[in-house]
């Protein structure tokens, strides 16, 4: 396996950010959303599975930064099988915040912590079906229930954005009648509770910890919480690098990132060039 440069940054922030990392990384923590940035986007969700170079430049890299987060929409649990994440040397501190930080799987006791479920989640699981039915667009969706969340796919309608759109007003109506709201993201609507997302967990994440920089790296519609919360600890001087796995399905976040990459691909090439960097055995 070959060593890989460095990008750079195309900001001023970012290029900060990834100087403040390099300089004391034993004060960095490095936080990754799961879908799309370490893991292909899939048609079917349960088939997402960590790119196989993701969980070796993990390993090589975490034992140099302060920790490793990951951050997803996902129960903490699915993210960390689908990961492979549990039981992995080098990997012995890594956390993975769940449902948006609702839930935290810490490696160092493996298990999970949670609160008890909205219970709006499941009145809104009752009554879908019908509601998927009236709206004349449920063909080919495809329904995920995350436990604290429920999803609803268009990737595999025949018109995946038509279905989309026809969705999103009905299902928000749905998600308002019983406290939750909707997220949108890449050919998906998420219907979740208010108060939790990416951003907050990840600023909470960031304090507990005592950071002293932050890479944070995501590809879609849920991360802008996160890029914004790393932008507003930016301001209050705490270097940040921001990573967009690269998608033309979210140019919003790829115009506001300091550091584009060819999706999971590329995010593993720039997990394994950090970790050049810093030292981290190269495996045989």
Known sequence: ??????????????????????????????????????????????????????????????????????????????AVRYGGFAGRAGLEHLVVLGHYGAERWDAVTGTVRAPAPHPGVAAVEAELPGVLDASGAWQGTWVEDKGRAIAVHTRRAADPQGAFDALRAPLEELAHRHGLIVEPGRLVLELRPPGVDKGAALSEYLRESGAGSVLYAGDDLGDLAAFAAVEELRREGLPGLLVCSGSTEVAELAARADLVVDGPEGVVTLLGALADRLGGPVPA
């Not at 900001?11 to 959303?33: F, M, S, Y």
């Not at 890299?61 to 987060?69: F, M, R, Y």
């Open 1 to 78: 396996m070959g060593s890989h440069p460095l990008p750079e940054p195309v900001t001023p922030a970012g290029r900060a950010g990834l100087a403040a990392l390099l300089e004391r990384p034993e004060r960095a923590v490095v936080a990754l959303d799961f879908d799309g940035t370490l893991a292909e986007i899939v048609p079917d969700p349960d088939r997402a599975r960590a790119h196989p170079g993701a969980v070796p430049a993990l390993a090589r890299l975490a034992p140099h930064v302060a920790s490793v987060a990951v951050v997803t929409g996902r129960p903490a649990g699915v």
